[in-house]
């Protein structure tokens, strides 16, 4: 009783006890048995006699509160910020699967604010404000099997959920693609492939449109292939069932190989590709200069100044960016030269140092967006550590999950419901960036360790929300989302 203020302890009665939720103190009648398989007392709340202030006990109007519902705490905060960013989901779930749109959303919230296994989802779900909000939601496992395979069945629904939310405005699309790795003898799919981890384990390529909509970035539809189809292939066939004809690819160093380009051109798909800093491909003439006068200027990106120079193909079908980070090219240099001193590599000598050293620091890129400067082009890449965070998410739902997946269905299904979470995930994040507090919280970390923590508590007066923390303030803050004032 620690926090309970002394003008509250001198009024506590006899066989009594004070509760302090949302500021204000409880007094209720509580009474002990003998608890024989413990072997100790056993507290009994009784009855609920009204409400402590300074200047006395304000009478309960009703004289019981049943035991039932004497004291119970629930999650709240990330589940009701997760649903006001999300309605127009629910919405479009209720539409295509009417059947199923609960369970759906329900089991996408509770896998948003915290990524786990299914089978830990009901124990989670009766601890949430959303068992309130959605009551009787099944949530067992042979429920959850059933679902997944019902779900699995209904790709044609899936699709057209998905074009719900592909962007109407002015706006492009990002393609880029992941492997999962999967072991399952009843998944097809997973075949032997080459990922840029050089895994050659048996993996499904999924393949991802992200749409950026005035600096928003949301995933907007997806689908896998088998790991052994190569990625232009299923970028071209991506495109033709979201029923689109204009994206770009952004891709990785190890897909710059002259056949993949080609077969990009071919699909007429623009591109955006970093190539290697030993490639034969663009001209190192603009590094030559230490004045920095053979680049075509400047700009900031990060607080970080970046040079840049754009090197037109003969044919003017392609440009290659040559882009020069002086921080970047300090600290290799730095780090070069340290390890000459050590003489632990004998493979870094000074001679090399000074045949690499104009190389320090560069990134380039080949893409056949001829129309955009290289500042642009620079900035449409670095959507990819965005895109990212994306499968960051997904491995670790994936680490979670693979036990599971056994089947065509099921996998269809655990793919549709990560899609709902990186739907949801993606606003919260566009919140963060907003408010320039990515630097300060992680998507998934402001929902787990403040979000989450945020509770109501009902003593018979109805759900009541518990004393926020500072850090739970701070988070409610740098997301610019209040709490509602009663509670829905």
Sequence with gaps: MASIPEWAKK???????????GGKYYLQRVSSVWDKEKKRAKKISGEYLGVLTQEGLIPAKKKMVSTEVNYCS????????????????????????PDLANWIYVTCILRTIHPTAFYNLAEQYERSYLSEVFPNVPM??????????????????IVSFMKDFLPKEDSFLV????????????????????????????????????????????PVFYKHYPGSIRDVTAFSNLLNEMGVKTAIIIAD??????????ELEENHLQYIIPLRRNSLEYSREPLKYADRSGFDGCFEYNDRM??????????????VCVYLDETLRFAESKRYKKVINKEADDSATMEKFLKKQLEFGTFVIKTNITNES??????????????????????????????????????????????????????????????????????????????????????????KLEPLTKGENKALIALGVPLPLSID
Excluded at 83 to 91: G, M, P, Q, Y
Excluded at 144 to 150: D, G, K, L, S
Aim: proline content about 0%; some cysteine; hydrophobic content about 35%.
């Design 11 to 21: 009024q506590r009665l006899k066989n009594t006890e004070i509760k302090e939720i």
């Design 74 to 97: 629930k999650e709240y905060g990330a589940t009701w910020i997760v649903r006001s960013l999300s309605a127009d989901i629910f919405e479009s779930l209720k539409i295509h699967f």
């Design 140 to 157: 067992s496992s042979s429920t959850m099997t059933r679902n997944m395979i019902a779900l699995g069945l209904r790709r044609k629904e």
């Design 175 to 218: 393609f880029d693609g992941t492997s999962i790795v999967s072991n399952s003898q009843q998944i097809k799919a997973a075949q032997r492939g080459y990922n840029s981890h050089h895994c050659q384990d048996p993996q499904i390529n999924l393949m991802y449109a992200i749409s950026r909509v005035k600096e928003k970035l949301m």
């Design 253 to 262: 160093k190890g897909f710059s190989s002259i056949n993949n380009v080609e």
């Design 306 to 319: 970046i040079w840049y120079h754009s090197q037109k193909s003969e044919d003017k079908k392609y440009q």
């Design 374 to 463: 290289a500042i642009e082009i620079y900035k449409y890449y670095k959507l990819r550590e965005d895109v990212e965070q994306l499968y960051d998410l997904y491995k670790c739902n994936e680490e979670n999950d693979t036990s599971g997946m056994h089947g065509e269905d099921s996998l269809e299904s655990w793919l549709f419901l990560n899609h709902i979470s990186m739907m949801i995930c993606y606003r919260v994040y566009n919140l963060l960036r907003k408010n320039e507090s990515l630097n300060k919280y992680s998507t998934v970390g402001i929902m787990e360790e403040y979000l989450r923590n945020i509770r109501v508590s009902n003593v018979g007066l109805g759900w």
